[in-house]
């Protein structure tokens, strides 16, 4: 069997692929993987890191609805097309599975011209353009938020990495706070805004220190490597250093920052609700203002279910903190109860059940047709 994946340009569509890669190397160690990407995203550092073949279709800008403009598209579209199509014939595909993005498109369209099944999965409650038309070619749908949000859509959750799927934060508690330089025994707020970080939640977090400090809160924060040059641990005057401030530029080890943490204050990206919610990780979420609002609905969720908060951008500064998350960081019962209402709505096996998902694609269509 050889499961062709399709999704870059972004982590958020990248990691979800690769994690299904992993689940099904773990089911069948002799599976064959080919991702599919552009020459500019991030599948260009995250695809070989994760031991994966990556080829390249080229990038073709979509129209916000996938109407028929898509397919009156110029010929950089057929030409993308014909790319994926090589590559599907070159590695022997029996199925592709697209994850969103500029490539997933030319996959879909390569694939239904090769009548191969197509799985898609969609990480965002909001599905973009390239999922939409992909859900229109097959009925193996799987969707991370709600099932109406594309048809055939299945909730099955966002595949996660099993350091995140498997993590015991309890028994990890006291490893992960040593590995920091945390303190073993105060409460933690963990403050990170993505591989790049975010400006707000830096200044906010760095701004409200002496309160989060005065509290006995120590700190976990994640400042981006962007922004490693210009933020530091918050001083301290005295010769006790009170509850710890530790600044890093990026957080290799999400399991473990996870494992110290109490509480999260963070953006909202759906790799980002999913492995919190699964984990039980009460959260403050910040949802990035662009797009659609879709970070924003990502969260929503986990939210109402009671496992988060969630802050417009532009309300959260020291004094917001101040205001809220340091009573909430300090507050035991409330945070406990918040983190079973976030692993109560989270899911764990989401990789697994795609790879269930896949395995029926492929048995319903008895390889009828392939590459014909």
Request: charged letters at 20%; a positive charge; hydrophobic letters at 45%.
């Amino acid at each position: 069997m050889h499961v062709v994946v399709a999704g870059g340009g972004t982590a958020g569509h990248i990691e979800p692929a690769m994690n299904l890669a992993d689940a099904l190397r773990r089911r069948d160690p002799a599976v064959g993987i080919t991702a599919l990407g552009t020459e500019t995203g991030m599948e260009n550092t995250l695809v070989p890191a994760r031991g994966y073949s990556l080829r390249h279709v080229p990038r073709v800008p979509l129209p916000r609805r996938p109407t028929l403009d898509l397919f009156r598209l110029p010929s950089k579209l057929r030409g993308a097309v014909k790319a994926a199509g090589a590559v599907l014939d070159e590695v022997g595909a029996d199925v592709v599975v697209g994850f969103g993005g500029y490539v997933s498109v030319p996959a879909y369209l390569a694939a239904r011209k090769r009548k191969l099944p197509i799985v898609v999965h969609e990480a965002n409650a909001g599905p973009g353009v390239a999922n939409r038309l992909g859900a229109r070619m097959t009925k193996f749908v799987a969707v991370t938020a709600r099932a109406e949000d594309l048809p055939h859509g299945r909730l099955i959750g966002l595949p996660l990495r099993q350091t995140i799927s498997t993590l015991d934060r309890a028994a990890t508690r006291a490893e992960a706070r040593a590995y920091f330089g945390l303190d073993p025994d105060r409460p933690t707020l963990l403050v990170f805004g993505g591989s790049l970080g975010a400006k707000r939640l830096n200044d906010a977090a760095t701004g409200a220190a002496d309160a989060l400090h005065a509290a006995g809160i120590q700190v976990l924060h994640s400042v981006g490597r962007e922004h490693a040059a210009s933020v530091s641990a918050p001083a301290r005057a005295g010769s006790d250093p009170g509850a710890p401030y530790v600044v890093v530029p990026y957080l290799e080890r999400m399991d473990l920052a996870y494992a110290a943490a109490d509480v999260a204050l963070c953006r909202a990206g759906a790799m980002t609700c999913a492995e919190l919610a699964a984990v039980g990780l009460p959260a403050v979420y910040v949802p990035l203002p662009i797009g659609n609002g879709e970070q924003r609905r990502n969260a929503l969720p986990v939210v109402e279910a009671g496992g988060g908060l969630v802050v417009e951008d532009s309300a959260v500064n020291a004094a917001w903190i101040t205001e809220n998350v340091v009573p909430l960081a300090g507050d035991p019962a409330r945070v406990s109860a918040m983190g079973a209402a976030a692993a109560a709505h989270g899911r764990r096996d989401a990789d697994e059940v795609l790879v269930d998902l896949v395995l029926e694609a492929l048995a319903s269509s008895n390889g009828a047709g392939k590459r014909s």
